[in-house]
């Protein structure tokens, strides 16, 4: 069963420019959550989504933004972008919303660097 | 609202030895909680998870968590003690859904640099 696929796994960006990621979650999970990465703040939760609704929404700008397709598959969008947006931005995949008691499984990360 | 800490930024045992990572977390209602494991340039493992039943819980690699509600912790344990169980742990928890609290994803804790000499 394969799991978690985040592409690109390494991005180089100039500020102001804008960046899609891409999640593919394990097959048959319907929720997929977007969490950041850094040094000075640690694991942040982005957005969740389930059934192609966002259900939960973290404490970030306006700036980032996401959405499911119908095969669950979800992207992250990250507009105007900052050099404090330079992160690693991982994905995660549940079989239902909220967790549910099953967990999450989580990619291996796209490593996002603005210069 | 929800919240993890983990008072260690890191935790040196020896080879063979007994290891703890610390965690106490903070929620409106019922926790979940879990373990994840991080090697540089990865994302993260999953090692175990308390949702409901036994405090304690047995997971990946011989790794094990007491779950405490009255001191609202879930402290990582092993045995004993390998060096390529070096890494970044992390705590999180949710609320359960329905369960009073809010609808959040998971809140990490900082992390716990466990390192293991041989």
């Known amino acids: 069963k394969a799991g978690v696929t985040q592409t690109p796994r390494y991005l180089i960006k100039t500020r102001g420019q804008q960046v899609t990621l891409s999640c593919s979650p394990i097959s048959g999970h319907r929720s997929v959550s977007w969490y950041q990465q850094t040094p000075g703040q640690g694991l942040q939760f982005l957005f969740e989504?389930?059934?192609?609704?966002?259900?939960n929404k973290g404490n970030f700008p306006g700036r980032f933004s996401g959405r499911q397709f119908s095969n669950s598959r979800s992207e992250m969008n990250v507009s105007t972008l900052e050099l404090g947006d330079s992160a690693l931005y991982l994905c995660a995949s549940s079989p239902f919303g909220q967790g549910r008691g099953y967990g999450y499984t989580f990619g291996s990360g796209t490593r996002l660097t603005v210069v | 609202a929800q919240s993890v800490a983990q008072p260690e930024d890191q935790v040196n045992v020896a080879e063979g030895n007994p290891l703890t990572v610390k965690c106490t977390y903070s929620v409106s209602g019922n926790p979940y909680l879990f373990w994840y494991v991080q090697y540089p340039n990865r994302g993260l493992q999953f090692l175990l998870k308390?949702?409901?039943?036994?405090?304690l819980v047995k997971g990946s690699y011989g790794f094990e968590a007491e779950f405490n509600k009255s001191q609202t912790s879930f402290h990582l344990k092993k045995p004993s003690a390998l060096v390529s169980d070096s890494a970044l742990y992390f705590c999180a928890v949710r609320d359960a859904p329905y369960s009073g609290g809010g609808a959040d994803g998971l809140t990490f804790g900082k992390g716990t640099h466990l390192i293991i000499q041989p």
């Open positions: 308390y949702i409901t039943g036994d405090n």
């Open positions: 989504y389930f059934s192609e609704t966002q259900r």
